[in-house]
């Protein structure tokens, strides 16, 4: 990259992007706006008159305008379909549960994003979410961390970030404490979008059916099979893999005279495992395409770190150590509750991401 302070903007049409563009803008950076194409109107499963990806755009490009930045719209739909929907069918189809803004972040903002910004002759990518980059004199490597504003922290879905988008990647939010002083910042601004509702996570899934949405993308069949109890005994009938997840109670379409839970699914045999709640715990995982951040070298003796295995779920400490094969392996001081395979367990030392990486197996 060159030598010149210019900032590419990753612009959502949302109050998060434009405050993160406005203060680039006032720390002195060349700015140019982009926003990212990713789904077609006519793929686009919005119910509104007017799709969300025409407007969302149109907003980013009158937030760009207005603080006098170039915006250009890239088309990424065939990559955003290919690396982030069509794996999180696979997932699924696999009897995993992904998180597909995990594949969104890596793939689309922060693999073809920086690339166009590289080429663009561009020093930083930069994006609204909440979350720090610093450099750590004690490791001699960049780290991510986490925001100061701790119920918007986004470190979990960020784990991916290489060495060198970390050291071309700000984000002018991680800073905040609360979401009231950003758009507190937009109201004076005179951002437009500074009361703007906040997107949602999932977003060509937006009614939450992720099952009816695979089966239409698929024109798949997928058929009943058995739920078992732990011995493997039948005690009634699934309506399709596909629309269970670990941990899962209601919807289960049978009664049970008492609170079961999905502790397990078996793609081979349709099977679709269930337990009562303690037989949801976890006290090991095993975790593949793991990404250590904090360390050069992946380490072989166990490091004390704090795990999390959900998007929102809660830190519990942990040891955690690779095996010859590349395999991550994190055994937990007490149990947890529905580790679930296809999802991301990141490791944290503090408010400093360790490393992450997919969930492939637990142990009781």
């Not at 992904?98 to 930083?124: H, S, T, V």
């Not at 893999?241 to 009664?255: D, E, F, M």
């Not at 704090?306 to 779920?313: F, L, M, S």
Request: glycine content about 8%; hydrophobic content about 35%; overall charge negative.
């Amino acid at each position: 990259m060159t030598d010149r302070r210019t900032a590419l903007i990753a612009m959502s049409g949302g109050v998060d992007s434009s405050v993160a563009a406005a203060l680039m803008k006032q720390r002195g950076y060349d700015c140019i706006g982009v926003t990212m194409k990713l789904r077609s109107n006519e793929d686009c499963a919005c119910t509104e008159k007017s799709c969300c990806t025409a407007d969302d755009a149109e907003d980013a490009r009158n937030a760009a305008y207005s603080m006098g930045m170039k915006f250009y719209v890239f088309n990424f739909t065939q990559e955003f379909e290919k690396d982030v929907i069509d794996r999180f069918v696979s997932a699924y189809e696999q009897g995993l549960t992904p998180n597909p803004c995990i594949d969104c972040n890596r793939y689309m903002k922060f693999e073809l994003l920086y690339q166009r910004g590289r080429a663009l002759g561009c020093d930083y990518i930069v994006t609204g979410h909440y979350a720090r980059t610093e450099f750590d004199e004690a490791h001699g490597r960049w780290v991510l961390k986490k925001a100061k504003n701790a119920a918007k922290d986004q470190s979990y879905v960020l784990y991916s970030m290489t060495q060198e988008q970390l050291s071309h990647t700000i984000f002018p939010l991680g800073d905040f404490t609360s979401k009231d002083e950003v758009r507190a910042l937009a109201e004076q601004l005179g951002l437009f979008n500074a009361h703007k509702h906040d997107s949602q996570d999932i977003c060509f899934v937006p009614d939450g059916d992720y099952a009816e949405f695979i089966r239409r993308r698929t024109g798949k069949t997928y058929p009943p099979g058995s739920f078992v109890d732990t011995q493997g005994n039948v005690i009634g009938e699934h309506s399709g893999l596909i629309r269970y997840t670990i941990g899962q109670r209601k919807g289960l379409g049978v009664g049970f005279g008492e609170r079961m839970y999905v502790c397990g699914k078996d793609v081979e045999r349709n099977t679709v495992t269930l337990s009562r709640e303690d037989g949801l715990y976890s006290s090991k995982l095993t975790a593949d395409d793991f990404n250590w951040i904090l360390f050069a070298e992946p380490p072989k003796e166990p490091v004390q770190v704090t795990a999390r295995t959900r998007y929102n779920g809660k830190e519990t400490p942990a040891k955690a150590w690779a095996d010859d094969s590349g395999l991550v392996h994190v055994e937990f001081e007490q149990p947890q509750r529905a580790v679930t395979a296809g999802q991301a367990v990141v490791l944290y030392s503090g408010d400093t991401v360790v490393g992450g990486g997919t969930i492939i197996s637990s142990e009781k």
